[in-house]
Structure formats: C-alpha cells, structure tokens
C-alpha cells in the first residue's frame, strides 16, 4: 500500500508530506481547495504525462516521491526483478522530477528508469478512479484476466497456455520438416551425385595420414635404404658387435666372483647391450624389407592423397571430415525417400495438439460464460443503491477468429454498460459519464475485492451529482472495500467523509502575498467539525455538529 507521499513544487503545493495506512482515507476541503493538485502529484509519480504547468511559479523544478511496501510476491516486485532492479523486501519509492521547462527524469529506489517502466510499476501498485482515467478496469485488455480470476481459473489457464505451446511447437516441427523436404527435393539430384562420389572414393578416418607417411618414406626409400645398409653393415663388422660384447661379458664373468660384485653392473650392461645390438639389427632388416622402391606404387599412393585432398577442398573440410560427410549425405536421402511418412506423422501429432487446445480452450470458454454470468449478478445488485438501477452491467464474451487464438483462449471478454433502459451497451470507459464511471468502479471493485492484486485504489468524482441514502449507499461500500484494500477517496458528499477511518483537510492558505495549498490530518474532534461544515455550510450549527456525530457514529 501507500505509505507516504512527498510533493514539492507542484502548482499550489509548495512543500508536503503526508503518512499513510490501511482503511479508507477520505479527502475534503472547499471546492477549488487544490484537491485535484494532490491526484496530479499521485500520478506524476505513477509515470503520468507531465506537463510544465505543474511545476510551481517560480521554481526551478517540481518533485513528488511515493513509498509503497508491496508484499514480496507482487507483480510490482516481479517487474522490477525482470529490470534487475530488485530491491528485496524493502519499501518501493517512485520518483519524479519534473524541470520548469518540461523535461522530466523518473527514479525507482533512487535508481533512474524510463518514465515507461515507472508507469507500469505504478500501474501495478495504485488504481486511480477519476474522470479521465483509462487504465486499469477500463482498459478492455485486462477484463479477460480479470474474469478468470474471479472465476478461479488460474490452473486452467496455466493449462491452456501449455497446451498452446506443444500446438505451436507441433506447427513449427511441420513447417520445418515441410522446409527441409522441399529443399531436399530442390537438391535430390545433386545430393544423389555427391553421395555416388564419395562412395567411389570411399574415404577412411585416419587415411590421409596414413598415406601422407607411406608417400613420404617411397619419396625418400633410396637414401632410407642406403643409411639402414650402412648401419647393419657397421654392426656385423669386424667380427659382428653382438659377439664382441658377449665374449667381453664372458671374459669378466670368469673372475668376477673375485671382484666381490664391482663387475656385475658392467656384465649387466654390456649383456644389455648385446641385447639391444641385437634388436637393432632384427629392425633394420625388417625396416630395409619394408621399404618399397617401386614408383609405381608411390603414384598410386600419390594419386590417392590428392584425390583425398582435391575432395576436401571442394567441400571446405578436411580429409578426415569426408566420412562424416557421407553419412550424412545418406541420411538425408534415406530422409527424402522416407520424407511423405515423417510428413504425415508429424501432421498428426499437430493435429492432435489442435484438438487438445481446442478441447481445453472450450472447456475454459464455458466456465467463463457461467462466470460472466455470475459477475454480472452480482455486480447488478450493488447498482440500484448506488443511484444506477436503471444502468445495466454485462459482461461480454465472444469468439475469436482462429488467427487470433492464443495462450488465453478462443474468447474476447469486454466489460459494458448501458446507463438509460433500451439504449444498447458500449464500453465501460466510453459510457457512463464521469460521476456513474467513478460508481460503476466502485461496484465493480467491491465484487472483485478479493481478487484484486492492486493494493491501494483512488476514487474521485464517486460521489458528483448524488446526496442523502445514495451518498451513504458510496460511503458504506467505500468502508467495505477499505476492509481489504487501502482505498483514498477525494469526497464533497458528509456520508463519505463520515465513514473515513482516516481524514485529511485541503485548504489554502495566503502569506506575504503568496497562496499555497496545505493538507493536515484531522483528530477526532475536528473530523467532526469538517463533516459539520460539509453539512451545513459555512456557518457550523449545533443541528450540524449532532447530524456529523449521528453520520459517524454508523
């Protein structure tokens, strides 16, 4: 709700700072008093329009700062966490500052925001009720919302909007595979030469490397061979090194139990070495074995390698990357032949998806007809009190055409009126003037309390053009729906004031030549006296003090 609200600047108001509570706060003062001034300060800080008359004469500059403690849950806390602007549980101050020159800056929690998201998140934390006020329950884009939730139909929507979405996703998979199979047509005949080429070449992982090393070792065979002949030859020399270092192994093995151990590790070493002589010889004969000087098979090897690679490069992949290539290849002409089947079963599973949404979306479209029917009961009884039994309320419900189906449903929901018997029903916001407006506002929220996520509603005008029981009618259900909600109420109507939990005064003010507009919370005794003068006028009579006493007393 509201806590408090800070103006400085704007038109009469030079500086003020009101506190607020819960239960209805009601606002009165002379007419001209600067009542109004205080909604244009409410709304400048709701991200209003701003317009430079509204900075005072004189100043540089207009400010209005609003606090608010939404509870954690609240979509106002919501929207802000989506701007990263979340600031836990704390209090939300909305600000705005206005320069003479029309230029206005917007701050949440002190942070600058677009006097858009400051308009939003006021939207979400105050419902102001006047006479020209277009947003909440006159915006015909929340009726749908609002009807389901008087309904309770939270669950239900959050299924319907499931099941949109698998429609929707059932759409997309058609039309992609429908994209893919026409494109795949489009190159059947290409695809088809590709593959045939790469089965001809049939590519292997790891071949290119493999034959990128035979084409070098052919490339080089001869002085391969010719230092591997050379290094066998050094090693059979001169009585064969094997058997040299074997018969110096066995010369220290004679005497070396006379050593005591000194000549064991220079045995162990040259029996290793004799060892690996002779490994060494084994791999060079092998090696020489292996080595291919036919240059025929080093030009098989070479056309290979470049017709390996002349693919690649056509592609734009490596070698390696050309097996890969050819499966898929494959599989999208396994996929092109087999395509009409995919087709057809993903076209069922769309229209099953339809059908499902479709039986969802009707079931919803039937609960919302009871509802509708319901609200519109409800909200018919609270009219004839209210001065607006020859008005009629209902609560349009209508389909929609298929392309406008959505997450919500097949229906349009439209709140409407009809003020004189006979004329046909319009649009809430375009019918009623004013004063019924302001009423059929009030009915409407008083039925929809309990659903209602806006904490704090502003009514003006509620009570223009009635007096007596109709006034004490407003009053009651002001105070009912103050019960719920913090309600503000700007009032000329006694009835309405006497039924304030809390009451504020709006006067001006005359000092050193200056006119200012002032606003003080008024104790027990002086509510009294202020509902008296609304009674009476001017002059205070006792006749009006006791008829202010009988009032508040209800």
């Known amino acids: 709700m509201l806590i408090s609200l800070s103006i400085r600047d704007v038109v009469l108001i030079e500086r003020l700072d009101l506190s607020f509570a819960s239960g209805l706060s009601v606002f009165t003062g002379e007419t001209g008093a600067g009542k109004s001034i205080l909604l244009d300060s409410l709304g400048l800080a709701l991200g209003a329009r701003a317009e430079s008359g509204l900075v005072r004469h004189g100043a540089p500059q207009a400010s209005v700062s609003a606090e ?24 939300l101050v909305l600000r705005r500052v206005l320069t003479a020159d029309g230029r206005s800056r917007a701050y949440i929690n002190d942070q600058p925001v677009s006097v858009g998201l400051l308009r939003r998140v006021g939207d979400e934390l105050v419902e102001i009720h006047g006479q020209f006020e277009s947003h909440g329950l006159l915006d015909p884009t929340t009726h749908l919302g609002v009807l389901d939730a008087f309904a309770a139909q939270a669950e239900s929507r959050a299924a319907l909007a499931s099941a949109w979405t698998s429609w929707r996703e059932a759409v997309k998979a058609r039309t992609e595979a429908e994209a893919a199979l026409a494109k795949a047509k489009a190159d059947e005949d290409h695809l088809r030469q590709l593959h045939e080429d790469l089965a001809t070449l049939a590519p292997k992982p790891g071949e290119e490397a493999e034959l990128a090393a035979s084409r070098a070792v052919m490339m080089h065979g001869e002085k391969l061979l010719e230092a591997m002949n050379a290094a066998q030859s050094s090693l059979s020399q001169k009585g064969e090194v094997e058997a040299s270092l074997r018969a110096a ?28 002589a002779a490994e060494a010889t084994n791999l060079l004969e092998r090696a020489s074995a292996e080595i291919d000087l036919d240059p025929r098979h080093l030009e ?120 004189n018997p006979g004329s046909p029903p319009g649009p809430l916001g375009k019918i009623a003037s004013g004063g019924e407006l302001s009423r059929f506002m009030l009915a409407l929220k008083v039925v929809l309390a309990r659903i209602s996520s806006t904490p704090s509603i502003v009514f003006d005008e509620v009570d223009s053009g009635i007096g007596g029981a109709v006034a004490a009618a407003v009053g009651d259900r002001l105070a009912r729906l103050a019960e719920g909600l913090q309600i503000l109420v700007v009032t000329h109507s006694p009835q309405v004031a006497a039924r304030g939990t809390h009451h504020f005064r709006v006067a001006k003010a005359e000092a050193a030549g200056k006119v200012t507009t002032g606003v003080e919370p008024l104790p027990p005794e002086a509510r009294r006296e202020e509902v008296a003068r609304m009674l009476s006028g001017e002059t205070i009579t006792d006749h009006a003090r006791a008829a202010a006493d009988a009032l508040m007393a209800d």
Request: hydrophobic share 45%; charged share 30%.
């Open 68 to 91: 608010f403690d939404p509870p954690a849950a609240h979509p106002a806390r919501a929207l802000l966490a989506e701007q990263d602007l979340d600031g836990g549980d704390a209090p």
């Open 249 to 276: 192994a066995r010369a220290l093995e004679r005497v070396a139990e006379k050593a005591e151990g000194k000549l064991d590790p220079a045995i162990a070493a040259l029996d290793r070495a004799a060892q690996e």
């Open 300 to 419: 098989k090897v070479e056309e290979r390698l470049f017709a390996l690679r002349a693919s690649a490069r056509k592609h734009g992949l490596t070698v390696d990357e050309l097996p890969l290539l050819q499966d898929r290849i494959g599989r999208q002409l396994a996929q092109l032949e087999g395509g009409g089947g995919d087709l057809a079963r993903l076209a069922r599973a769309e229209q099953a998806a339809r059908t499902a949404y479709v039986e969802q979306a009707r079931t919803l479209s039937k609960l919302r007809l009871k509802a509708a029917a319901e609200l519109d009961r409800a909200v018919a009884a609270e009219l004839p009190p209210l001065k607006l039994d020859k008005a009629r309320f209902q609560t349009r419900v209508s389909q929609l055409e298929e392309s406008q189906w959505g997450p919500s449903g097949l229906d349009a929901i439209g709140f409407e009126v009809a003020t």
